[in-house]
């Protein structure tokens, strides 16, 4: 099972953050585990009595006007219109989830909402209406409205890092539920670059070539042909 390792300091920080109703944009490179911090935190927060609403975005909504957000209305409140009066009616429609404004929308995937929902996120934080707590992926233009959040100082964006050799390693001893060889934990480190979804790959293709065994009670890494040379 792979569970969230390695971010303590972050998840207390962003936690902070959040208690606080000051906004967070976590951004970084596919794979690095923007997701994972966000879900925690959220959880943290869900778990301590606190609303919280989850927004997925998605390259094949991007194209669609308040695709993004739509979602989170009955469908007997959909919007009817285009324009500005759908936007409104999908904005007034939130802030009647929100309630009286503490609620934490979770969106995930910035980069891929659609302008009008980014608009309409961008009025609701600025006004106070929501905490958002975003991911975002590096490398992918995003709507202007999300670059602007940060931008404006509207939410503290915070660049997730690659995981540190030791973080690896608690990740990896958790998700194989046991010690791993300190070599091999170095290897596998080297090799994903401290991204744990290329770890995650890179631990299920040794498992399915057999190569990642146990031996005195520590998982190792039997050689690897493609794996950098020592």
């Known amino acids: 099972v792979w569970r969230l390792r390695g971010r303590d300091t972050e998840l207390s920080e962003l936690g902070a953050r959040l208690r606080g109703r000051r906004s967070a944009l976590l951004a970084g490179p596919s794979g690095v585990g ?9 959880a943290e927060l869900e778990t301590s009595g606190s609303a919280v609403v989850r927004v997925v975005a998605s390259q094949p909504t991007a194209s669609v006007p308040l695709g993004a ?13 285009g324009g500005v009066a759908a936007s409104a009616q999908v904005r ?7 309630g009286d404004g ?30 958002e707590l975003a991911t ?25 890092a690659p995981l540190a050799d030791a973080a690896v390693r608690e990740v990896l001893e958790a998700a194989l539920d046991g010690p791993v060889e300190t070599l091999t934990a170095s290897r596998l ?42």
């Open 34 to 42: 923007k997701t994972s911090l966000a879900m925690a935190a959220a």
């Open 189 to 230: 480190w080297r090799r994903c670059g401290g991204n744990v979804l290329y770890l995650r790959e890179l631990v299920g293709e040794a498992e399915r070539l057999g190569l990642l065994q146990q031996r005195d009670g520590l998982w190792w890494l039997r050689p690897w042909l493609d794996m950098p040379r020592e």
């Open 136 to 160: 975002l992926r590096t490398g992918v233009p995003a709507p202007a409205p999300v670059t602007a959040l940060w931008k404006d100082g509207l939410v503290e964006r915070v660049d997730v």
């Open 102 to 131: 503490t609620t934490l929308m979770v969106v995930d995937d910035d980069q891929w909402l659609d302008e009008a929902s980014a608009v309409v996120l961008h009025q609701l934080v600025d006004q106070g209406h929501i905490t």
């Open 92 to 98: 007034a429609g939130i802030m009647a989830i929100a």
């Open 69 to 81: 957000l739509a979602v989170l209305l009955p469908a007997t409140r959909l919007p009817l219109q």
